[in-house]
């Protein structure tokens, strides 16, 4: 019989270089939001991967900011730095299409001086000649004494299961599972619903409106029986009025388009019909006030 292992893997990077696609990809599980925007992860996800003999605790990050703006950025930052005080592996995902787009000083210090295992994964190398991919991985082993470089391809899933998994449980320590075999992650139902609707959000409308916008579930109600509809009612928040006028639409258009395309996303998470009703509101300042952010579960 095999010895069991068990850890935590955390994965950081920058906004879209393919973090939540990555951890989707190891699970075989659509857990973590992906859109093509940046900063659609806005808070520290983690995802259990359970086999007889192992557990890996994943966790997606938000990526990380260089010049926050916000108060909200701040505590996004917070989410990864705490990454680097309890993961037994730290995964930085780089994008190799994005050569320039490089960490600050700072967060490549943190790295350097980390006595935690460390792996560098170069995404989307199937778009990028060998050559330039060598180079890449020359120069960041250079600057971060990384114990496994490896290039990957999360959206095909090319090297994940076949060597990126048996270098993980590699580093991996022995030790006992940390959740019940059968937890597939350590957030809730309703957090998953508003990542639903805020991906929605990012898909449907432009610029600065689905940056300004945190979605809260107020009512989840379960059907008592296998006959009966899930019901859903949902406030999204705003900072100004413009925002507001834009997510409603022409008498009710978008917020329409967007409740119907979330539900059924919605529908197919929870397998289950669901009466989804959504709610806007202005709250002026949301990002910059640290008791709303509170609330909405950034700490």
Not at 136 to 146: G, R, V
Not at 193 to 198: K, P, T, Y
Not at 200 to 211: A, G, R, S
Request: proline share 6%; with cysteine; net charge positive.
């Amino acid at each position: 019989m095999k010895p069991h292992k068990s850890g935590f893997v955390n994965i950081i990077g920058r906004p879209n270089v393919g973090k939540s696609t990555l951890l989707n990809a190891l699970l075989g599980e659509r857990l973590s939001v992906e859109t093509p925007k940046a900063q659609t992860t806005r808070h520290r996800i983690k995802g259990i991967l359970n086999e007889e003999d192992y557990q890996i605790i994943f966790s997606d990050t938000p990526g990380i900011v260089l010049n926050p703006a916000y108060e909200m950025h701040h505590i996004m930052n917070q989410f990864v730095k705490s990454t680097f005080d309890d993961a037994d592996i730290l995964v930085l995902i780089i994008d190799p299409t994005r050569p320039k787009d490089v960490l600050s000083e700072e967060w490549m210090e943190a790295l350097k001086n980390t006595s935690t295992k460390k792996f560098l994964l170069l995404n989307k190398s199937d778009l990028v000649p060998t050559g330039a991919l060598l180079e890449l991985a020359s120069s960041w082993q250079d600057k971060i004494n990384f114990d496994e470089i490896l290039p990957i391809s999360a959206l095909k899933k090319s090297n994940i299961q076949d060597k990126l998994l048996p270098l993980l449980l590699k580093y991996l320590p022995e030790g006992p599972p940390y959740y019940p075999k059968d937890q597939l992650t350590d957030r809730s139902i309703r957090f998953f619903i508003s990542e639903i609707i805020r991906a929605h959000i990012l898909k449907q409308f432009k610029e600065e409106v689905p940056y300004s916008c945190e979605v809260v579930v107020n009512e989840f109600k379960e059907p008592k029986t296998p006959t009966d509809i899930t019901h859903i009612q949902c406030t999204i928040y705003v900072n100004r009025k413009s925002q507001k006028s834009i997510l409603i639409g022409k008498q009710g258009s978008a917020i329409k388009k967007l409740g119907t395309a979330a539900r059924y996303d919605i529908e197919k998470f929870l397998q289950t019909k669901v009466y989804l009703d959504l709610h806007v509101k202005v709250l002026e300042k949301w990002r910059d006030d640290k008791q709303t952010l509170r609330r909405f579960g950034y700490d």
